[in-house]
């Protein structure tokens, strides 16, 4: 079983700055990508962003330039830090985690998510 642990998000006005964290903990053998979800109101989820282990960085389009996302491999956590929010980022932001248990299985896992509201 793992665990992931969210922190960071609040409200901001337009132009400002939040950091998310994510925490994984629990049964690990190893983690080779973990990343950022959001889910607007009425929308599907999307991508934001994600890391592998070999430091990969897929971004969606529409946070390129402004959000940067990082990981600390030994602390089994990963950082999203959104810069020069717009009201449109507003959204529950979830943290997402592909973890092997071993080298031959494992499971995708969610955080509760965190929310995140911009205002204009």
């Known amino acids: 079983q793992v665990h992931l642990v969210e922190s960071g998000g609040g409200s901001v006005q337009a132009g400002g700055s939040l950091r998310l964290s994510c925490e994984a903990s629990?049964?690990?053998?190893?983690?080779?990508?973990m990343g950022w979800y959001r889910q607007a109101p009425g929308k599907p989820r999307e991508l934001v962003a994600t890391?592998?282990?070999?430091?990969?960085?897929p971004y969606a389009d529409s946070v390129m330039g402004r959000f940067t996302i990082s990981r600390d491999n030994a602390k089994n956590t990963v950082y999203l830090q959104m810069n020069s929010l717009k009201p449109e980022d507003t959204a529950v932001y979830y943290c997402?985690?592909?973890?092997?248990?071993?080298?031959?299985?494992?499971?995708?896992?969610w955080g509760q998510g965190t929310q995140v509201t911009v205002s204009s």
């Open positions: 997402c985690a592909d973890v092997r248990h071993s080298r031959n299985y494992g499971y995708d896992y």
């Open positions: 890391m592998t282990s070999d430091g990969a960085t």
């Open positions: 629990g049964n690990i053998f190893s983690i080779p990508a």
